[in-house]
């Protein structure tokens, strides 16, 4: 054999032969694979853990491809584009390092993402299925990173839940701290839109009172947010509660539709909210990625300028309605900017009462999240059951209003002690239709087991 | 183990005596076209570069080290994957054109050793590959004048962490032969 032809067949066998030896340890992982995340510890159950993000080492469960952290609960795209409802995109592809003890250490950023959110989406379907709650979901979750896919302004900072697409959507990230797709109060909180979404956004979807174009549930729009903080409503809202005090307060059809979308897109960003904040434990989540959100979207009472728990009133939200603005975007910029306002209390509402119960019942941090769980989605069916049936109203009489869809939640708790019972009364009492006219009554049958609830004093 | 590793220092320290000339490349530039994080090929420049060659009758052997880094970032995270290599080249003479001129070809058998550094919130993280083989095949042009030595080789590496796969490489190395 001459020295060329034993160089030739070296050559061949090097390109050709070694190539299947040379297959990278994520190219065969699939099924249940450890890697390492940057996660609260919260979310990861490591009760070592103190500080909000960590690194943390979690198993990723049903992966069929790990390079592209495909599996059963998430897909991911990137360089993506929409054509009408299709998403295109190509499929990102990791890369890992194998440690001694079997675990996959992502080597770059985007790899950080794909996993860090797969189990950030594992987490919140298994959670969804764990609930009596049918959604029709289709698997597994279409996540888009880094690709703005929309026709929107924005490019940055931002994510959304695109029903259209049925899609997570996480634009570039270009603050300073901790990256969007890293927070996982945020991915819940845009999970949670795709809930509402198939639930109550689809059920009100024929009913014309619903027409109005609901801007996409973006996680933050800063500019209008502050504008609406700044916005001062007291002047306008004392005068139509003057209205109401001596009589009804007549509606045009383009105001009950501005109103009903402003209910709707409250309620979906406040549970929203509430979603977030159950998964992480941390009544400030957005903060860590975007810290301006401190003074508008932080779920405690100082930051939403309110001395006691509540929503806003019938005047609040009919003085929001009439608001005149020059053209129909900047209105529904406008509403979509109150929508956060209302949306911050509601989750604070439910916040608050998850508080009250776990205190009072004293129950572990998974049971509470358990039961609050439930009655939140039992909340979202009885919104999809309600909001269908709404007529065109003719005056502020026959609107639904925040606080009766909140009635109707309350009404349907078994509420367990006096204390839990008077916490909901007196959050009822901010609505000048009950104020002092209800009263927390036992109403248990059996000695042995207390319950309450709450009644108008007149029914006793 | 130790057997081999005497025996491998035997052969080191023995071959420039069997060798019909030695080369040392302590100028050597080496490029790769390489694979980020968002797929896009680039080419890559090698942070430092050191080779030798022992030249035999129609063979030539090779060795040469190779360093190089990844680097990954975004705010409060940042990744950084050092690679050392150490590589052994197995040429063949295919052909001399003008006398000065020598065509190449063969194999190169490596091993590699990667470590990576991720860091977030200044919490710090290192993890190493551990020994990893790699091979390589190679074509080589070199240009041997009196002392003067200048090899430029074309090759296409696998090893189980490169991207893609083969990675293709050009290497340009200047030294003195003697």
């Known amino acids: 054999m001459s020295m060329r032809t034993l160089a030739g067949i070296l050559l061949l066998f090097s390109l050709l032969g070694c190539g299947k030896s040379f297959k990278n340890d994520a190219d065969s992982a699939s099924g249940t694979v450890k890697v390492q995340i940057i996660a609260p510890g919260s979310v990861s159950e490591d009760p070592e853990s103190t500080n909000p993000y960590t690194f943390q080492i979690v198993e990723l469960l049903d992966v069929y491809d790990l390079v592209s952290a495909s599996g059963q609960y998430a897909q991911f795209y990137t360089r993506a584009s929409r054509s009408d409802t299709r998403l ?45 709650l049918e959604t029709k979901r289709t698997r597994p979750l279409k996540i888009v990173l880094d690709t703005p896919v929309l026709n929107t302004n924005q490019s940055e900072n931002n994510a959304f839940y695109d029903g259209e697409l049925d899609a997570i959507i996480f634009l570039k990230y270009s603050e300073g701290n901790l990256p969007l797709s890293l927070n996982g109060g945020v991915f819940a909180h845009e999970y949670f839109h795709s809930i509402f979404e198939k639930v109550v956004l689809k059920a009100v979807k024929t009913n014309q009172i619903f027409s109005m174009p609901i801007t996409i549930n973006k996680l933050i729009n800063n500019k209008t947010l502050e504008r609406a903080k700044s916005t001062d409503l007291s002047a306008s809202a004392d005068k139509i509660g003057k209205k109401l005090a001596v009589g009804s307060l ?42 301006q959100t401190i003074t508008t979207r932080k779920l405690d009472l100082k930051t939403q300028n309110i001395d006691t728990l509540q929503l806003l009133s019938e005047a609040e939200m009919l003085s929001i309605v009439y608001q005149v603005s020059d053209s129909e975007e900047e209105k529904l910029d406008l509403i979509n900017a109150f929508s956060y306002l209302l949306g911050s209390r509601v989750a604070l509402f439910f916040k608050s009462y998850s508080e009250k119960v776990q205190q009072e019942r004293k129950l572990s941090d998974i049971e509470i999240k358990k039961l609050m769980n439930q009655a939140v989605i039992n909340f979202v069916k009885s919104l999809a059951k309600t909001l269908p049936q709404v007529t065109m109203a003719s005056n502020q009489s026959e609107l639904i209003s925040t606080y009766s869809l909140m009635y109707d939640f309350i009404s349907s708790q078994e509420i367990k002690t006096k204390n839990e019972c008077e916490f909901l009364r007196a959050f009822l009492e901010n609505d000048a239709k009950w104020s002092s006219k209800i009263e927390c009554v036992s109403s248990s049958q059996d000695a042995t087991a207390s319950s309450f609830k709450i009644t108008s004093k007149a029914a006793q | 183990m130790k057997q081999l590793i005497g025996l491998s220092f035997i052969l080191l320290f023995s071959l420039p005596s069997l060798a019909l000339s030695v080369s040392l490349f302590p100028f050597a530039l080496e490029q790769r076209y390489t694979e980020n994080e968002n797929q896009d090929l680039y080419m890559q420049k090698m942070d430092s570069s050191l080779a030798a060659a022992f030249s035999f009758d129609g063979y030539q052997l090779g060795l040469e080290t190779t360093k190089w880094s990844h680097e990954s970032s975004a705010p409060l995270i940042s990744y950084k994957e050092t690679y050392t290599e150490l590589n052994s080249t197995h040429l063949f003479l295919m052909g001399s054109t003008l006398e000065y001129l020598h065509l190449y070809s063969g194999i190169g058998v490596g091993m590699y050793e990667s470590k990576l550094k991720n860091s977030f919130n200044g919490i710090a993280n290192e993890t190493n590959s551990g020994q990893t083989l790699f091979a390589s095949g190679i074509a080589s042009a070199q240009f041997v004048y009196s002392y003067f030595h200048a090899a430029l080789d074309f090759r296409l590496l696998m090893g189980k962490d490169y991207r893609p796969q083969p990675t293709p490489s050009g290497v340009f190395k200047i030294g003195i032969t003697f």
């Open chain 1, 88 to 132: 295109n995109g190509t499929q990102p592809h990791g890369q890992y390092m194998k440690n001694k003890d079997g675990v996959f250490i992502p080597k770059n950023f985007l790899t950080q993402q794909i996993a860090t959110l797969y189990y950030h989406s594992q987490n919140m379907m298994r959670l969804e299925t764990s609930l009596d």
């Open chain 1, 250 to 291: 007549s509606l045009d059809t383009e105001n009950v539709k501005w109103y009903y979308t402003l209910l709707v897109k409250g309620f979906n960003e406040g549970l929203a909210d509430y979603w977030g904040w159950q998964y992480v434990q941390d009544s400030a989540f957005i903060a860590h990625s975007l810290p």
